[in-house]
């Protein structure tokens, strides 16, 4: 594809359901990031996946989010029992390599009510 | 460990005038910087990286490892280029991209 897609672009629901986001990267890149952006403030790192190595989780903010990277390619991040404080604007990312240039995608934006 | 650092969350200067956007970075070993920037409704894209010394859109950015500083210039601001500025470290295989907080730019006419 031409770039990083993310899926759905937008998603409602309601307090207490499960969510899953989902991130096509683009094809070859080994690395992926998860980052949540809530409104007016920055990028926060959720979730990082580098070729087979062990994903990097230290930005999970609890135990409800969880990720997962098949066959290295697409990811779904996970968002169990959503809380009103998880709505943001989800973005994720990709890289030919780790510590290179990152390519976003355009997000999926989270409203929990 | 890796750090970025951009020490002004809101910028705010007049169309004309130049700019600066600070970033400071921390890291041990041999690193790569970037500058991303999100317009609002559109993605977060790259603006410019360290290694290619480029100049985009008006914008410069050099990496003076002394100061581990990567600020961001341009000598005459524009009102198209408000918008939301991040800094970011790599630090070459097996580490991850670390960005900073953002800087938000507001040109006024």
């Known amino acids: 594809g031409a770039g990083v897609s993310q899926s759905p672009s937008n998603k409602v629901t309601e307090k207490g359901k499960d969510v899953e986001l989902r991130c096509d990267p683009i094809?070859?890149?080994?690395?992926l990031y998860w980052y949540r952006q809530s409104l007016g403030q920055g990028l926060e790192f959720l979730i990082y996946?580098?070729?087979?190595?062990?994903?990097?989780k230290s930005g999970l903010p609890s135990d409800r989010f969880s990720a997962e990277r098949t066959g290295g390619s697409v990811s779904t991040l996970t968002i169990q029992r959503t809380q009103q404080e998880d709505s943001a604007v989800y973005l994720c990312?990709?890289?030919?390599?780790?510590?290179?240039?990152?390519?976003f995608g355009q997000g999926t934006r989270l409203t929990v009510v | 460990a890796q750090r970025v650092t951009q020490p002004e969350k809101l910028l705010s200067v007049f169309k004309g005038a130049p700019v600066e956007l600070k970033c400071n970075y921390s890291?041990?070993?041999?690193?790569?910087l970037f500058w991303y920037v999100q317009y609002s409704r559109q993605r977060l894209q790259l603006l410019l990286r360290?290694?290619s010394r480029e100049s985009i859109k008006g914008f410069t950015a050099d990496l003076n490892k002394g100061e581990t500083s990567f600020h961001l210039k341009k000598p005459f601001a524009q009102e198209e280029d408000s918008a939301m500025y991040y800094c970011?470290?790599?630090?070459?295989?097996?580490?991850?991209?670390?960005f900073g907080e953002g800087t938000q730019l507001t040109v006024n006419p």
């Open positions: 990312a990709s890289s030919p390599t780790s510590g290179t240039e990152a390519f």
């Open positions: 094809s070859g890149h080994t690395a």
């Open positions: 996946f580098q070729g087979n190595s062990a994903p990097d």
């Open positions: 890291y041990s070993g041999s690193p790569e």
């Open positions: 360290h290694i």
């Open positions: 970011a470290l790599g630090g070459g295989r097996g580490s991850r991209l670390t």
